[in-house]
């Protein structure tokens, strides 16, 4: 049973934009924070973004100024719109649903390639 799935990956020129979506279950979206992280090649996973369910936002340094967070929770969708793409800026990029609490399960998305080069 798919859980979350990403989409809006590819390759784009270095100043470019893409919007990522991440669309999950109903009962998984309505009660977590949502988080982006990203990953790339030799490098651990990153945290990018996050949207609480009351719509607080938070962008990781790197970030700030380029990218935007948000969701909309009538899709059950969180999405990371990216500007500014820079060659750093490729990497995997994963949707979270976040634990509530100790225990709880935890969910990820299969990925979505990002790729800024010209």
Do not use: H
């Amino acid at each position: 049973q798919v859980q979350l799935v990403e989409s809006g990956g590819g390759l784009v020129q270095p100043g470019g934009s893409l919007r990522l979506s991440c669309t999950a279950s109903a009962s998984i979206f309505s009660v977590r924070t949502m988080v982006w992280f990203r990953q790339a090649p030799g490098k651990e996973r990153e945290f990018v973004a996050g949207c609480t369910t009351g719509g607080t936002t938070t962008l990781a340094d790197s970030v700030k100024g380029r990218f935007t967070i948000s969701r909309d929770n009538a899709k059950n969708t969180v999405f990371l719109q990216m500007n500014s793409l820079k060659p750093e800026d490729t990497a995997v990029y994963y949707c979270n649903a976040v634990k509530r609490y100790l225990g709880d399960r935890e969910y990820w998305g299969p990925g979505t390639q990002v790729t800024v080069s010209s």
